[in-house]
């Protein structure tokens, strides 16, 4: 049996047995493998997890009807189960790469090399990846040491730290913060966005811990990040690059089965326009500053527009119009003071912001360090290459922005109700809908921190890692419900109470730390008819 849900206006999920067992996750593996299959025109991304299938598309090009109809298609057919490869990855397990290898043991009341025997003697199935690029969740770890998480999460995992939490295994594939119990680590590249395919490990693949004596030193030589250089013809210099300044496209999509966030611009109306403007691709690089903007050298002559927040934008001293191109002369330096309002910014040249695509995006995901400059916000002294100047092609007068930005403190947001609303009281949506919630300072480009009154969920029931969804509203156990954006997980396991529509993520995008949300629930066509006419808007350029 299997049951498809919407999430949100551009995604739904396909629901199988909600157990963690290798057949059902053989299944859902099957079926996201059909999809692909189908080819559908407008499918951005098709994701399996432990007991389901997320399938993202572009509301625009695919129709709901459609999507379903194709879905379906691949759940009824006759399951093509593909044998996974089997991987063998060495572990050093203890000394400093194992830090937690005594609490294990002190846990199952084995000795250490009784853990490391049980933990190295089974073969362990990879049921999916997320929580970071290549980030592989394997299971199932032998009963007796199922340590739970630490009681709190480290700042700092080293890449390659092999852990257990319960009955999970995994290799962290980066440097993060994580809670699981680290009992070795292994120097084998799990993840490496130069090769093909980027991720070392599958969905439905076979992994073997193999012991192995210490071959090198595991102690870290943190190095300062070198200015980003180019040999572009053209280019600008960051002189100060503000508060959080990124390169960003409109996402990485395509790579999330293998843990990789889309990132991209988190306010893609604002992205466009500035691109539309100097008469680029929707899809060129802009930067993306965040509520302080840098300062930053015009190297070449080009020109430049900038939409989205007004930060305050001068050139040479001289105001910088909004929403409108401007001829910027070499040696012309480009400053941002006094924010009006909105929160992030969009700085686009004539021939886009030039930096290696990484995954075929030049998109910023700094947690992973991917895209962009040497995959980090901007440091003073990097140099951005340009591409080869065009000729604009926008209006050469000032427009208004395609969203409507919040210049009150705050902004409603509508949305559809998420797949896992049955997770909460019946009340849930009129709970969310009547109460105005804060953006907290610790809010970012994965998530907004919201506090208000406490959303409950239905007691004793909880959720088994699934897809996560841009838009949506997760409420961990708490009640203080977590606004996913760009940079937001692919997986998680909090349920989805809602989602916002796609037509006001942008507006979503400029609301800072401070500012208050109110949510109201809309329905599809709603939330199509609001995305046509904003796309319509973005379309009406002269």
């Given at each position: 049996?299997?049951t498809?849900r919407e999430?949100?206006?551009?995604a739904?999920?396909?629901e199988l047995?909600?157990?963690i ?11 996201a493998n059909a ?5 559908l ?13 997320a399938v993202?598309?572009d509301p ?9 109809a194709?879905?379906?298609?691949a759940a ?9 490869d089997?991987?063998e990855?060495p ?11 005594a ?11 009784e853990?490391i025997a049980l933990?190295s003697?089974?073969d ?5 990846l997320g ?9 199932t ?5 199922a ?7 480290r700042?700092?995992v080293?890449?390659?730290s092999?852990g ?6 995994a ?5 993060s913060?994580?809670?699981?119990q ?7 590249r ?14 439905g ?5 193999v ?6 030193t595991?102690?870290?030589t ?7 250089a180019t040999?572009a013809s ?5 002189v100060?690059?503000g ?13 999330q ?11 893609w109306?604002?992205h466009?326009?500035a691109?539309?403007l100097?008469?680029?691709d ?9 509520l302080?903007?840098p ?5 070449q002559?080009?020109?430049l ?6 930060l ?9 119009p909004?929403?409108a191109p ?8 480009l ?7 909105g929160?992030?910014?969009y ?8 930096v290696?695509?990484v995954l075929?995006?030049?998109s910023t995901h700094?947690?992973s ?5 040497s995959?980090r ?7 951005l290459g340009l ?9 050469r007068?000032?427009i ?13 947001l ?6 896992q609303?049955?997770y909460?009281?019946?009340d849930?949506l009129d709970?969310?809908?009547r109460?105005r919630?804060?953006v ?6 994965m ?8 959303i ?10 699934d ?5 949506a509203?997760?409420v961990?156990?708490?009640g203080?419900p977590i606004l ?7 997986t998680g ?14 507006i979503?995008a400029?609301?800072?730390p401070g500012?208050w ?5 809309c329905s599809?066509a ?8 904003q ?5 009406a350029?002269?």
């Amino acid at each position: 049996m299997a049951t498809i849900r919407e999430a949100g206006d551009s995604a739904v999920i396909l629901e199988l047995e909600p157990v963690i067992r290798p057949d059902i996750n053989a299944r859902a593996i099957a079926i996201a493998n059909a999809m692909r299959d189908d080819a559908l025109a407008g499918i951005r991304d098709v994701v399996s997890t432990y007991r389901s299938v997320a399938v993202y598309f572009d509301p625009l090009i695919a129709d709901l009807r459609d999507v379903v109809a194709s879905l379906e298609r691949a759940a009824e057919a006759p399951a093509a189960f593909a044998e996974g490869d089997t991987i063998e990855i060495p572990v050093e397990y203890g000394n400093q790469g194992g830090p937690d290898l005594a609490d294990v043991a002190a846990f199952a009341r084995k000795r250490e090399d009784e853990v490391i025997a049980l933990h190295s003697g089974r073969d362990y199935h990879v049921f999916m990846l997320g929580f970071l690029p290549g980030f592989a969740y394997l299971g199932t770890v032998d009963s007796s040491i199922a340590a739970p998480r630490r009681p709190s999460p480290r700042p700092r995992v080293a890449a390659g730290s092999v852990g257990i939490a319960g009955a999970q295994t995994a290799v962290y594939p980066s440097d993060s913060p994580g809670g699981w119990q680290i009992i070795g680590r292994t120097f084998t590249r799990m993840f490496d966005a130069a090769r093909w395919p980027a991720a070392l490990l599958t969905a439905g693949d076979t992994v073997r811990f193999v012991p192995a004596s210490q071959q090198r030193t595991l102690e870290t030589t943190l190095v300062k990040p070198a200015p980003h250089a180019t040999t572009a013809s053209r280019s600008i210099s960051v002189v100060d690059p503000g508060l959080f300044t990124t390169v960003q496209d409109l996402g990485r999509w395509g790579h999330q089965a293998s843990g990789v966030p889309i990132s991209g611009a988190m306010d893609w109306i604002a992205h466009r326009t500035a691109n539309a403007l100097v008469g680029n691709d929707p899809a060129a690089a802009t930067l993306e500053a965040t509520l302080a903007g840098p300062k930053l050298r015009i190297e070449q002559r080009t020109t430049l527009a900038i939409a989205g927040a007004d930060l305050g934008a001068t050139l040479d001293g001289a105001r910088v119009p909004h929403c409108a191109p401007l001829s910027c002369p070499t040696g012309s330096i480009l400053r941002f003071s006094n924010r009006t309002f909105g929160a992030r910014a969009y700085i686009a040249f004539d021939g886009g912001v030039d930096v290696p695509r990484v995954l075929a995006s030049r998109s910023t995901h700094a947690l992973s360090r991917m895209g962009g400059a040497s995959g980090r916000t901007l440091l003073p002294g990097d140099r951005l290459g340009l591409g080869p100047s065009n000729q604009p092609v926008g209006r050469r007068r000032p427009i208004a922005d395609a969203a409507v930005y919040p210049r009150h403190g705050g902004a409603v947001l509508r949305v559809i109700p998420g797949p896992q609303h049955d997770y909460f009281p019946p009340d849930a949506l009129d709970r969310l809908q009547r109460t105005r919630f804060i953006v907290t300072p610790q809010s970012n480009r994965m998530g907004y921190r919201l506090q208000g009154e406490a959303i409950p969920r239905l007691p004793d029931r909880e959720m088994i890692s699934d897809a996560a969804f841009t838009g949506a509203i997760q409420v961990p156990s708490s009640g203080e419900p977590i606004l996913l954006m760009a940079d937001r997980q692919t997986t998680g396991g909090y349920p989805q109470l809602a989602v916002v529509i796609t037509a006001d993520l942008a507006i979503a995008a400029q609301l800072a730390p401070g500012d208050w949300i109110e949510f109201r629930v809309c329905s599809r066509a709603e939330a199509l008819s609001a995305l046509v006419a904003q796309e319509a808007r973005l379309l009406a350029f002269d």
